[in-house]
């Protein structure tokens, strides 16, 4: 059976490509470069879930297959968890990575060290061509720090360290932040329920 990934951040593809071999996910994974006709789903729900159900349901719909979608994002206590659902265009051009960094960066120069909680969370959405869906959430607590540090991962990484860590999620290994990342845990969870309903 063929399942199709739901998503355009090349971070994400090359994640959940591991983290779903690791989860015994044997289907066939496709991109959506298999599917050109379908064009960039509007982001338009309140929350991670609304929103990663929007994209999986649409692509299930236009492509005829199994989809999987991940939307996800990092909260600020100090910024009232902010970005959220606006991660990606956070500083107004979707997915410059390193414009977001930098403007949040600014955002809390001024919070001191004991307020810099935040988490990132993702929610993990199966939809089939039935119209049958599924939503799996997950999520990892940590601190933003000063100064970026690291080269691997995406997006906030740099400048993120989780809870009872003192390196940044850019400064683990793909395994390393797969086996605690809110990525991993909403997938994992989900894991069982794409292995049910694709047989
Ligand atoms: P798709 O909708 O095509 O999946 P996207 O990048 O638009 O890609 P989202 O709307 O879910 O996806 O936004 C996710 C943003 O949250 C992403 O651009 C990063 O800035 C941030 N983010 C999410 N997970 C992250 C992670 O594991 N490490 C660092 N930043 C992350």
Excluded at 31 to 57: R, S, W, Y
Excluded at 140 to 155: E, K, M, S, Y
């Amino acid at each position: 059976i063929r399942l199709v990934l739901a998503t355009r951040n090349a971070g994400k593809i090359t994640e959940l490509r591991e983290i779903l071999a690791d989860a015994s996910i044997t289907a066939e994974i496709v991109g959506l470069e298999e599917f050109p006709e379908i064009g960039d789903v509007a982001e338009t729900g309140l929350t991670f879930a609304e929103n990663a159900l929007l994209k999986a349901v649409v692509v299930a719909k236009q492509s005829g297959l199994p989809a999987i979608a991940d939307d996800s994002g990092l909260c600020v206590d100090a910024l009232n968890g902010m970005p959220g659902i606006f991660s990606a265009r956070w500083a107004g051009r979707h997915g410059d990575d390193q414009a977001n960094l930098d403007l949040l960066l600014a955002q809390v120069s001024d919070v001191p060290e004991e307020h810099r909680g935040a988490h990132f969370a993702c929610a993990a959405a199966l939809a089939l061509p039935s119209g049958e869906e599924r939503i799996a959430e997950g999520a990892l607590n940590g601190v933003i720090i000063n100064a970026p540090r690291g080269a691997n991962g995406f997006g906030y990484d740099p400048i993120f360290v989780p809870e009872g860590e003192d390196r940044t999620t850019a400064e683990l290994s793909a395994r390393e932040k797969n086996a605690i990342s809110h990525r991993g845990r909403a997938f994992r969870a989900l894991a069982p329920v794409i292995g049910e309903l694709l047989g």
